[in-house]
């Protein structure tokens, strides 16, 4: 598998992994009548961003993993390429403000460096002539005015049988959402569900929400409402492009995974959500135990980065081999794929983390608290994967 081909099986790898925690937030803070379209790559149409009320933390928004390179650009001794580029619209009080930023690795997506924050006014062009300075063609931002909309009820097409969709119902937002209300008709909690969007019979979307940390997305017996996004695209129009969802979509609820680690539906997101949780209690163990080390003495922040940067990305080889029996339909460094990019991006979820406490510092014992919760909240996680075992 060449480096392109990789990337991007990783980027639909982590595109699976949305926690029901984000998906809320995201319908909460995108409601603000405006978007970013966005020119990634000259000759494509351009793709729209919704701006949010407030500003996500650090390491959260979405991606772009295809843009221009710069010609002749040659990338500086010892440093990683870039892989993604990060966009993030939001409000800074009436002004409309883009953060953007690139993600870099040869394999996965480790380091996130900024560009720059851009402020952008309604139909001006802006281009991010800063990212040559990453070897990246600059992308081109514009605000527009976007209506709340709606779109037609999508039909549903249901692969699992103990989940029952009891409802859907369509949401008026920037871009247009639907309320899925499902019920899980079985004895046994479900961990994860695979969902695509399919249009003219193509996959457009695709996302695998799933519980927070280890917890259950639907308990046993439970109903689930999930706040989920209709496909948008750029419509091409006497003044350029506008966004606009097109009619006929079809939802498809592909897999689903129990706590237990069985599953129903397609085997593919299932072995790929298990090796995800592999990849997470391998880097769950590896920090709950350096952060209690940092607990029993005195650290700092810049200390504790060094020693997470000097951690192993090793797992166990026999974890891959066992997921290889369960799912033999499945090429060994797919699955091993999930495991990997799963350590790599909660290593990034806790220096992100760090880098947020760090952003606004407090007194020197702010930071054995900060430590503290952060311990607790890995441990509690780690506590939970053992006991659904859905890694097994």
């Known amino acids: 598998m060449n480096r392109k081909h990789l990337i991007i099986a990783i980027a639909i790898t982590l595109s699976l992994f949305e926690t029901t925690s984000a998906q809320s937030q995201q319908a909460r803070s995108t409601a603000t ?7 990634y790559f000259e000759g494509r149409p351009p793709a729209y961003e919704a701006v949010r009320r407030t500003k996500l933390p650090r390491g959260e928004g979405s991606w772009f993993g295809l843009f221009g390179r710069v010609k002749e650009w040659q990338l500086p001794a010892g440093a990683q390429p870039v892989s993604a580029v990060r966009v993030v619209p939001y409000l800074d009080g009436e002004t409309v403000k883009v953060s953007i930023s690139v993600l870099r690795g040869e394999k996965f997506l480790d380091l996130e460096d900024m560009v720059g924050t851009y402020t952008v006014r309604e139909n001006e062009g802006l281009a991010v002539d800063s990212l040559r300075n990453f070897g990246v063609e600059p992308f081109k931002l514009k605000l527009v005015r976007v209506a709340p909309q709606t779109s037609d009820v999508p039909t549903i097409l249901n692969k699992t049988k103990s989940l029952e969709v009891v409802g ?45 940390e280890g917890e ?3 308990k046993a017996g439970s109903l689930k409402e999930l706040n989920q ?6 419509e091409t129009t006497a003044a350029g492009y506008s966004p606009a969802s097109p009619r006929a979509q079809q939802i498809v609820i592909a897999t689903l995974v129990f706590e237990d680690g069985s599953y129903e539906g397609e085997a593919e997101p299932a072995a790929t959500f298990r090796g995800f949780a592999i990849g997470n209690k391998t880097e769950l163990k590896r920090i709950v ?27 166990d080889e026999s974890d891959v081999a066992a997921l290889a029996i369960a799912f033999p339909e499945i090429e060994r460094n797919k699955l091993q794929t999930s495991v990997e990019a799963s350590i790599h991006w909660l290593r990034k979820d806790v220096v992100d983390d760090l880098d947020r406490f760090q952003a606004t510092p407090g007194p020197s014992g702010d930071f054995r608290v900060y430590l503290q919760a952060m311990k607790d909240r890995y441990a509690d996680w780690l506590l939970r994967l053992d006991a659904g075992n859905t890694s097994r």
């Open 168 to 212: 859907i119902e369509p949401i008026v937002a920037t871009f247009p959402r639907y309320k899925l209300t499902l019920h899980n008709l079985s004895d046994k909690n479900i961990s994860a569900v695979k969902i695509n969007t399919m249009l003219d019979g193509k996959l457009s979307l695709s996302g695998m929400p799933q519980g927070d």
């Open 229 to 234: 996004m209709l496909v948008t695209r750029a």
């Open 33 to 39: 009548g405006f978007a970013v379209e966005v020119t």
């Open 216 to 218: 259950p997305l639907v």
């Open 289 to 315: 135990a350096l952060l209690e080390e940092a607990l029993e003495g005195s650290t700092s922040i810049e200390n504790l980065r060094t020693k997470l940067s000097n951690l192993s990305y090793d797992f």
